[in-house]
């Protein structure tokens, strides 16, 4: 038999932060952006009582929990903390297929001979990621698919641990809302109740045909969904095809002349990122979003990999340079795509400054990892409008 787990750290920032400060502990802790625009990252469970959410305008949080603790998210530690996590996972399968920073999926198909009955597999791992961490607790849901294991990790949060066995599936979806279906988005749940469906299970007991006319390949893919019917692998271990970094500003920035330290800043932040994970980066992108919230993206191909930040920075004010901006300016984001491992990357070493540069910036690295992020700026940063944030 088939059998999947999905494991889902519970509000991971926010129980990061209660675990490096005791005095947070039982507060409403709430993990944001900090500005008139940030947006929330993630909230400890005693701040959602108060009905603040992940994605929720920052403003819109302080007015329902005043009493929360604010925090500006530390990627840093988090991923640190991802990495001991994911480590423990591995102990348990060699087929891991990670989503995000605080979750994965296990194909643990024929594990049971040596790790024993999904409840003790489950018990198992959620106390090793307790002891790896020193505290924190992950979400189980064990199943014979991808979609039944997902949504059973998240039945009873937090430090949860739910099982479902094959013959159970239909009847632990079918009361769930739509809202619960994988891939149906907020207007996509408001479609299918509009049509009569509210529950999985009213989606399994439809004709698939009419569901296929009403709502095209996406009813055929929520009808089988709602039949445990979900083949898909576990992919173990998904190559990252990018990596970028993207700041919401606090005032809008007019023209290139404005616009250029903060895409300076968000290069030295994929160079930085690049340099840890041991890749490189074969295409640079930009990203820039109006105050009218148009959309307006550029990429080139580079002439040799790279994850020195100034080649970033190169390739995309080249790009910047290609646009017309009429609007101001409200987020800026560059991406570096088409990864290859460091290893694989061929470098002239007799071309340019790029290894000096290189070293530089990696022990630029080493300052900032171990004295923080405002030990060194760019001497352009000090007079920036906006500090940079994600």
Same mark, same amino acid.
């Given at each position: 038999?088939?059998?999947?787990?999905?494991?889902?750290?519970?509000?991971?920032?926010?129980?990061?932060?209660?675990?490096?400060?005791?005095?947070?502990?039982?507060?409403?802790?709430?993990?944001?952006?900090?500005?008139?625009?940030?947006?929330?990252?993630?909230?400890?469970?005693?701040?959602?009582?108060?009905?603040?959410?992940?994605?929720?305008?920052?403003?819109?949080?302080?007015?329902?929990?005043?009493?929360?603790?604010?925090?500006?998210?530390?990627?840093?530690?988090?991923?640190?903390?991802?990495?001991?996590?994911?480590?423990?996972?591995?102990?348990?399968?060699?087929?891991?297929?990670?989503?995000?920073?605080?979750?994965?999926?296990?194909?643990?198909?024929?594990?049971?001979?040596?790790?024993?009955?999904?409840?003790?597999?489950?018990?198992?791992?959620?106390?090793?990621?307790?002891?790896?961490?020193?505290?924190?607790?992950?979400?189980?849901?064990?199943?014979?698919?991808?979609?039944?294991?997902?949504?059973?990790?998240?039945?009873?949060?937090?430090?949860?641990?739910?099982?479902?066995?094959?013959?159970?599936?239909?009847?632990?979806?079918?009361?769930?809302?739509?809202?619960?279906?994988?891939?149906?988005?907020?207007?996509?749940?408001?479609?299918?109740?509009?049509?009569?469906?509210?529950?999985?299970?009213?989606?399994?007991?439809?004709?698939?045909?009419?569901?296929?006319?009403?709502?095209?390949?996406?009813?055929?893919?929520?009808?089988?969904? !709602? &039949?445990?019917?979900?083949?898909?692998? $576990?992919? +173990?271990? #998904?190559?990252?095809?990018?990596? /970028? %970094?993207?700041? *919401?500003?606090?005032?809008?920035?007019?023209?290139?002349?404005?616009?250029?330290?903060?895409?300076?800043?968000?290069?030295?932040?994929?160079?930085?990122?690049?340099?840890?994970?041991?890749?490189?980066?074969?295409?640079?992108?930009?990203?820039?979003?109006?105050?009218?919230?148009?959309?307006?993206?550029?990429?080139?191909?580079?002439?040799?990999?790279?994850?020195?930040?100034?080649?970033?920075?190169?390739?995309?004010? !080249? &790009?910047?340079?290609?646009?017309?901006? $009429?609007? +101001?300016? #409200?987020?800026?984001?560059?991406? /570096? %795509?088409?990864? *290859?491992?460091?290893?694989?990357?061929?470098?002239?070493?007799?071309?340019?400054?790029?290894?000096?540069?290189?070293?530089?910036?990696?022990?630029?690295?080493?300052?900032?990892?171990?004295?923080?992020?405002?030990?060194?700026?760019?001497?352009?940063?000090?007079?920036?409008?906006?500090?940079?944030?994600?």
């Amino acid at each position: 038999m088939r059998l999947v787990l999905h494991a889902d750290m519970d509000a991971f920032y926010a129980s990061i932060e209660q675990l490096d400060d005791p005095s947070l502990r039982g507060r409403p802790v709430i993990v944001a952006g900090l500005s008139g625009r940030g947006v929330v990252s993630t909230c400890s469970y005693e701040a959602r009582r108060f009905g603040v959410r992940s994605a929720m305008p920052t403003a819109w949080a302080r007015r329902r929990c005043p009493q929360g603790v604010f925090l500006p998210p530390r990627f840093e530690r988090y991923h640190a903390v991802s990495e001991i996590v994911m480590a423990v996972f591995r102990r348990f399968s060699p087929v891991i297929e990670p989503l995000s920073l605080d979750e994965a999926f296990l194909d643990l198909t024929g594990s049971e001979g040596a790790l024993g009955p999904p409840e003790r597999i489950g018990r198992a791992l959620k106390d090793a990621v307790r002891e790896a961490t020193g505290g924190l607790n992950v979400s189980v849901g064990i199943a014979d698919t991808k979609y039944v294991a997902k949504v059973a990790s998240d039945f009873r949060k937090p430090d949860g641990l739910t099982i479902v066995r094959p013959e159970e599936a239909r009847a632990f979806l079918a009361p769930l809302p739509v809202a619960r279906l994988w891939g149906a988005g907020p207007r996509t749940v408001e479609r299918l109740e509009s049509l009569g469906y509210r529950t999985i299970g009213d989606v399994a007991r439809a004709d698939p045909a009419r569901l296929a006319a009403e709502l095209g390949r996406q009813g055929e893919h929520f009808h089988r969904l !709602a &039949l445990n019917d979900d083949p898909r692998p $576990v992919v +173990p271990e #998904r190559d990252t095809k990018s990596i /970028g %970094y993207e700041n *919401t500003l606090e005032r809008d920035l007019r023209g290139a002349v404005e616009i250029r330290p903060h895409l300076r800043r968000a290069a030295d932040e994929v160079g930085r990122r690049l340099r840890r994970a041991g890749l490189r980066a074969r295409g640079v992108r930009i990203k820039l979003k109006t105050a009218g919230f148009r959309l307006f993206t550029r990429q080139m191909r580079l002439s040799e990999a790279t994850d020195v930040a100034e080649a970033i920075y190169a390739a995309a004010d !080249a &790009l910047l340079a290609q646009l017309e901006l $009429v609007e +101001p300016v #409200r987020l800026v984001g560059v991406t /570096g %795509y088409d990864l *290859t491992e460091e290893a694989a990357a061929q470098l002239d070493l007799f071309a340019s400054a790029t290894p000096r540069r290189r070293a530089l910036e990696a022990t630029l690295d080493r300052v900032r990892e171990k004295f923080g992020d405002a030990a060194v700026q760019r001497a352009d940063d000090l007079d920036a409008a906006d500090p940079p944030r994600e």
